[in-house]
């Protein structure tokens, strides 16, 4: 599903709304929202290149097919200039760090081998 940006603006405040905390290597910033009565997140990335609305569209056609149950649903997206604003369901709960981690032991893993993350692939 293709957002229009004004919509996602609107829910987020003009993205002035409280942000998400994330990790300091993160690449993107998000927003915790209500999208047509749904719970979500989004997600908003600078693009590295420029993509157009096809583009957006088949990616996220392909993102759709190969969705895995296991995996936040991802709702749909939208352009705004160079930012990409990926809109996901919002799960209350564990962050996927941890989910994947352990505080008390940081270099543990549950996918700590490319065959078990192959596995959930």
């Known amino acids: 599903m293709i957002y229009d940006t004004s919509e996602i603006s609107s829910s987020t405040n003009n993205f002035l709304s409280h942000r998400l905390s994330s990790s300091s290597t993160s690449t993107s910033t998000s927003w915790r929202c209500t999208l047509r009565g749904k719970d979500a997140v989004v997600f908003q990335r600078k693009s590295r290149t420029p ?12 993102i759709s097919r190969s969705h895995h149950t296991s995996l936040i649903k991802l709702l749909g997206a939208s352009l705004s200039g160079s930012y990409v604003n990926l809109v ?10 941890d989910c994947l981690r352990n505080p008390n032991n940081p270099s543990f893993t549950v996918l700590s081998s490319w065959l078990s993350r192959l596995s959930i692939s």
């Open 51 to 62: 993509i157009d609305l096809p583009d957006l569209q088949q990616s996220l056609s392909l």
């Open 88 to 97: 996901y369901e919002f799960v209350d709960g564990a962050n996927l760090a």
